[in-house]
């Protein structure tokens, strides 16, 4: 509760200055603080528009309970008392005047009159809640707390609020249980959950706990200027905004300028900074409000930035690079805006002349600008040219190499620094000339080719080759002009002769000539010839093949090697023979075909028909020549037997014939018979039917398909099954069943309302003549075979009814349940110093009718009475609970009424003359437990005692608090906690008077 209080306040003391409706609601305090007293602490904050309102126009719906008016009373008066004890700074808790809610007043609804003052914090408030409170009575909650299982519908709550006057003045807001916080800012339920509404009644959820959310005074400023730059003694606005409610000053300080006003009441200002002011200004601004209390104030730094005169410099204003070098200049400066000659619009820049250049730069802001530049000088590449008599030479010929650098020095690779050498190589020879200045090293290389005198000669100088095979020569040879016997002019040749040939290679060059020669051998294919005795064998029989090669050697497939094979293959078979030499093999195949047994096979060889019906009979062979035992030489038959029947089919070929076979069956006319458990039943039995068929299938009357049938019929009737061959025969049986009713059992008691361990007659209306009778149940007093009995208590009795005459049966049963009545009650509270107000609640069962004894005070017969113990004692409080006056239980409950207190004295006078000096409470040294704490007007603790002696003469013992002079005269508040086991306290103010 405490949580929510706080959203309240917080609400209550946003600045507010006017209504555009005539009430506005601003949040809801759901879970509130104090226990099980939750009910009675909930609040409502809402706000007056522009005319005031009348609480005696108000009406509420709550979410829960009903409305029950607004109460001003000396309980609300101590209560607000109390409260405005505790508050520390300028805020205020006060009641309307004749129910009158000012306009634009900040308005708190507390649920109750009997709330707890103490529960939640208003140490903190700033400004003036005008206080109501709902009149006592409804102790339970008028919202819901947060729930994670609900129905979406049931979790939403809503409350609305309307003033009779003026018309159409209503506000209607709701919210989700689902969506209530715990004090860890998560969905949960716990003490503070609430909920606050922006003005269109969008809801919000927070939890603070049990302390007041209110907005403190508070103060945050900022600067301007005209240019949005400030320079350097050029003019700012500034301005500030006051959170927390009302003030009555605002100061500025701070800086080594001036302000137009260094105290005002307004909330902008003017600053006019030095001329040595520059960079980051800090600024002070604070707002004051002062009151009754004393004063509040609340402070806020705040900076802002001084633009000076820009400048600019550079750490190296001049750089020298080679190419493909970069130069980087970064500028000094306390600007924000730059511009370069060459473009860009940064501090720095990086830049890759190739020729000596200027860069200006600029620097500028808001304030004014600065000029600076920065110079490159860019060394270029040195450069070099070679030159030659000659690049070729015969070996020991000479050439001279002349160098031309630009700038004047030489390094050759063989060791010269002339411009010019003189060379005579052995071998071809690359000769280099560099030069170089301080960026970089360059060269220039001059090739001299050395022709030496033609040789030539083969790796491989002959080769064997077979048909279709080529050999390949490569010479190997430093000439550059060729020449083949065989025409071709490329220093290799791709041959591929017939017969053995040599071929003749010429290589030549400016220095020579050399001649080489290689051969070639070409070798033929081998050849082969096969025959056989015969290609076509029945199978067991033999053949001989016979093979001629031109290289007298032979590989058959079966393995063997000879020139002939004998062979007497089981299937066809293709046999081959082969010949080789060291070029290829050639082979040659004979394929020998044998003729087997036929194969034949029949469609089937079993048929199921009917009489005069045809079935075909088809053969698949590979014979050449058939026929049927009917005499039909085609490959199938159709036959049509009206008695079994056996068909044979042979098949032929030039060596062998297969011979198989087929039967056709004719079924019998089908038999059926039918057996049965019993043909008469009681309504509600059952029988089993039993059908035989030779066939093996049934149709039932009933649509089953089974051999029996399981049944249960209501009324007699007859029930036929029939079976049917595979040729359409049908027989079909019949069975009658006769079916009698079972006696219809209704069972009653009277009279229906008894107490336990009275006699009641229990009975079936039915007549003893014609049925038997059998009762069973927990308490039967009477005979058991009779239409009704006797029985004196609750518990489930059945009865089964047989026909005299069909033997059937039929039950009844009744759930007889007595008047049971228990007496209970518990008591709030059950003990305390009198007067003590003891609330009864009323815990019986199965009672209407109820009889309080309080002992030496009045009766009652009221549900959930409440009484006041007057006198100290110990009280027997008994309740007689009963129904219709008939049966009744008693239960007692003990109230123990301790001494009470003595009346709290209202004013002390410690003058020291003996008279009303201390503060005493008659009765208090009965509580040796209690505790009593005393607060100023300004809820500053003075005085606290515990326990408390009857001992305070107005002297001050609270922290901080010293020295032996007595307080001020003046009201002070109280608060007395008893330390019994029902937590009671007194809460209230003394007047200390000298």
């Known amino acids: 509760m405490k949580a929510a209080l706080t959203l309240i306040l917080f609400m209550l003391l946003i600045p507010f200055t006017g209504q555009a409706q005539c009430f506005e609601i601003e949040s809801i305090l759901v879970d509130a603080c104090d226990g099980g007293n939750e009910g009675k602490n909930e609040m409502v904050q809402f706000k007056v528009g522009a005319t005031a309102l009348n609480t005696a126009n108000l009406n509420i719906n709550w979410p829960n309970n009903s409305y029950l008016g607004i109460c001003q009373n000396a309980t609300t008066t101590a209560a607000v008392a109390q409260i405005n004890a505790t508050i520390l700074g300028c805020g205020l808790l006060v009641e309307p005047v004749g129910g009158v809610l000012p306009a634009n007043s900040n308005v708190l609804l507390i649920s109750s009159v009997d709330f707890n003052p103490l529960a939640q914090s208003f140490t903190g408030l700033t400004t003036t809640l005008v206080t109501i409170f709902q009149c006592p009575g409804n102790t339970a909650g008028h919202f819901a707390n947060y729930t994670a299982i609900i129905t979406p ?44 509404y922006d003005p269109a009644g969008n809801p919000t959820y927070i939890n603070n706990g049990c302390t007041a959310p209110f907005i403190p005074l508070g103060i945050n400023a900022s600067v301007s200027s005209t240019t949005g730059v400030t320079c350097i003694g050029m003019p700012v606005n500034l301005t500030a905004t006051v959170t927390g409610g009302t003030y009555n000053s605002i100061t500025w300080a701070g800086g080594t300028g001036t302000f137009a006003a260094t105290t005002t009441t307004n909330t902008t200002n003017t600053y006019s900074p030095s001329n040595t002011e520059v960079g980051v200004i800090s600024l002070t601004s604070t707002v004051t409000r002062t009151c009754a209390a004393g004063s509040q104030s609340a402070s806020t730094t705040f900076t802002f930035f001084i633009t000076p005169t820009p400048t600019v410099s550079f750490a190296s204003p001049s750089a020298t690079i080679c190419p493909s070098q970069n130069a980087t200049f970064i500028a000094n400066t306390n600007a924000n805006v730059f511009n370069w000659s060459s473009g860009q619009t940064t501090s720095s820049i990086v830049v890759s002349p190739t020729v000596n250049t200027l860069y200006t730069f600029t620097a500028s802001n808001g304030c004014g600008q600065a000029v600076a530049s920065v110079s490159v000088n860019s060394i270029p590449i040195p450069g070099i040219t070679l030159a030659s008599s000659s690049n070729t030479l015969c070996n020991g010929g000479t050439a001279t190499l002349t160098a031309n650098a630009s700038t004047g020095t030489y390094t050759w690779s063989n060791g010269s620094n002339s411009n010019n050498i003189v060379v005579s190589p052995s071998v071809t020879t690359v000769y280099t000339a560099s030069t170089a200045n301080t960026c970089s090293l360059v060269s220039q290389a001059q090739t001299i080719t050395v022709t030496p005198t033609s040789t030539v000669s083969f790796a491989i100088p002959s080769a064997t080759i077979c048909p279709s095979q ?30 053995n040939t040599v071929y003749t290679f010429t290589s030549s060059n400016g220095c020579g000539q050399a001649i080489a020669a290689v051969s070639v051998t070409a070798m033929q294919q081998p050849t082969l010839s096969l025959s056989s005795s015969t290609t076509t064998l029945c199978a067991g029989s033999a053949a001989t093949l016979l093979a001629s090669s031109s290289e007298g050697t032979y590989t058959w497939s079966t393995g063997s090697s000879t020139s002939s094979l004998t062979v007497s293959p089981s299937v066809t078979t293709n046999y081959t023979v082969s010949t080789a030499n060291s070029c290829s093999i050639t082979s040659a195949m004979q394929t020998i075909s044998v003729i087997n047994v036929p194969t034949v096979s029949l469609n089937n060889t079993l048929f199921n028909s009917c009489p005069s019906q045809t079935v075909n009979l088809i053969a698949n062979t590979n014979g050449t020549s058939f ?29 062998f014939q297969a011979v198989t076979t087929a039967t056709v069956n004719i079924p019998l006319n089908p038999t059926l018979n039918v057996s049965v458990s019993s043909n008469t039943l009681c309504n509600g039995n059952s029988a089993t039917i039993t059908a035989n068929a030779s066939t093996g299938n049934y149709l039932w009357s009933t649509g089953a398909t089974t051999s029996s049938i399981v049944i249960s019929p209501a009324n007699t009737g007859s029930y036929s099954v ?6 359409a025969v049908t027989v079909t049986a019949v069975q009658t069943i006769s079916v009698f009713p079972n006696p219809i059992v209704s069972v009653s008691v009277l009279p229906a309302v008894f107490c336990n361990g009275q006699t009641a007659t229990i009975s079936t209306g039915l007549n003893s003549s014609n049925y038997n009778f059998s009762w069973s149940g927990p308490s039967l007093t009477g005979i058991t075979n009779a239409a009704s009995t006797q029985l004196n208590g609750g518990g489930t009795y059945s009865v089964t009814v047989t026909d005299n005459v069909t033997g059937c049966y039929g039950s009844g049963t009744l759930l007889v349940q007595p008047s049971i009545v228990t007496a209970s009650f518990t008591a709030n509270p059950v003990s305390g110093p009198g007067p003590l ?53 008693t239960y007692t409950l003990l109230i123990t009424v301790e001494e009470g207190l003595g009346p709290v004295p209202e004013v002390i006078t410690p003058n020291g003359d003996g008279k009303n000096d201390v503060f005493e409470i008659k009765g208090l040294d009965n509580y040796p437990n209690n505790n009593l704490q005393i607060y100023n007007r300004w809820g500053n603790p003075v005085y606290n005692s515990k326990p408390y002696k009857n001992n305070w003469d107005g002297v001050p013992n609270a922290p901080g608090k010293t020295g032996s002079g007595k307080l001020p005269a003046g009201t002070y508040y109280y608060l007395l906690e008893l330390g019994d086991n029902n937590n009671t306290y007194f809460k209230g103010f003394v007047e200390v008077v000298y």
């Open 470 to 499: 080529s050999a390949t020569f490569i010479a190997s040879t430093n000439g550059t002009v060729f020449s083949w016997s065989s025409g071709q002019t490329t220093n290799s040749i791709v041959v591929s002769p017939t017969v």
């Open 722 to 727: 029939s079976s049917t061959n595979s040729c």
């Open 837 to 889: 107000t003891v609330n009864f609640t009323n815990q019986s069962s199965g009672a209407n009718t109820f009889g309080w004894n309080f002992g030496n005070v009045p009766t009652s017969s009221s549900v959930n009475p409440s009484t006041t113990f007057s006198n100290p004692g110990t009280y027997v409080v008994t309740l007689i609970s009963s129904i219709s006056g008939n049966c009744s239980d």
């Open 153 to 196: 519908s049931i979790a939403i709550r809503t409350l609305s609020m309307s003033f009779s006057s003026p018309p159409a003045c209503s506000d209607v807001v709701s919210y989700n249980r689902n969506n209530l916080l715990n004090q860890a800012q998560n969905p949960g339920a716990q003490d503070g959950g609430a909920v606050q």
């Open 627 to 655: 026929v049927w035992s009917t005499g039909a030489t085609t490959s199938s038959v159709a036959v049509s037997p009206t008695v079994n029947t056996v068909y044979s089919f042979t098949s032929s070929n030039i060596c």
